[in-house]
């Protein structure tokens, strides 16, 4: 699809990886529930790779990783649930850092007009609170999560809904984001997709992820505003 900055109504961007690097959060998050778990701990290096898909799955992915079965894993996932949005509340965005540039880029499509909602695969009690702490949640007009809808990306409903809310069609509508997830959300919904390059991709190369371009920084979306 051609990305015209022209034909731009409104942006919608993803957080984790995006924004803000949560790694320390997760790494911190996780580990302590699986402590509190009695399970083996998991590397920075695997959480990368388990990130990007909601908490459901980092959890149960954090779970299979020690040696559980699929079945042992189902069964601890409500109470890992439970200790994780403990762990995780307590110390949201302490661990964690707004990528450079991030500032300038929103900025940049702020100063054009363009309504900004943030959409991601995180449960909105944590999204909402870290945008703030991280000095963000005023350029956004609309906040989702992974919880918000019936379906998170890579389904396309998360993003249809988000162009819903803010009165913008799809094909007018850019996703900025940094793994397959938002690429094939984005497709499937008929958005323009921009791709950073330093995000969480499932250690996957994100040039394979689908996109019309790809980013070194958020500042780069000054070119288009």
Known sequence: MPLHHQTLQAAIIDLDGTMVDTLGDFDVAVNAT??????????????????????????????????????????????????????????????????????????????????????????????????????????????????SFERTKPDPLPLIKTCEALGTAPARTLMVGDSQNDGLAARAAGCPVVLVTYGYNHGEPIEQAPHDRLITSLADLAQWA
């Open 34 to 147: 699986l402590k509190d778990l009695g399970r083996p701990g998991v590397t920075r290096t695997h959480l990368e790779h388990m990130v990007g898909k909601g908490s459901a799955h980092l959890l149960r992915s954090a779970l299979l990783h020690g040696g559980l079965s699929a079945d042992a894993a189902a069964a601890l996932q409500a109470d890992a649930w439970t200790r994780y949005q403990a762990h995780y509340l307590a110390i949201n965005g302490q661990h964690s850092a707004v990528y450079p540039g991030v500032v300038e880029g929103l900025t940049a499509l702020r100063a054009r007009g363009l309504p900004l909602a943030c959409l991601t695969n995180k449960p909105l009690s944590f999204a909402r609170p870290l945008l703030q702490a991280k000095g963000l949640s005023g350029f956004f007009s609309h906040v989702f999560g992974g919880d």
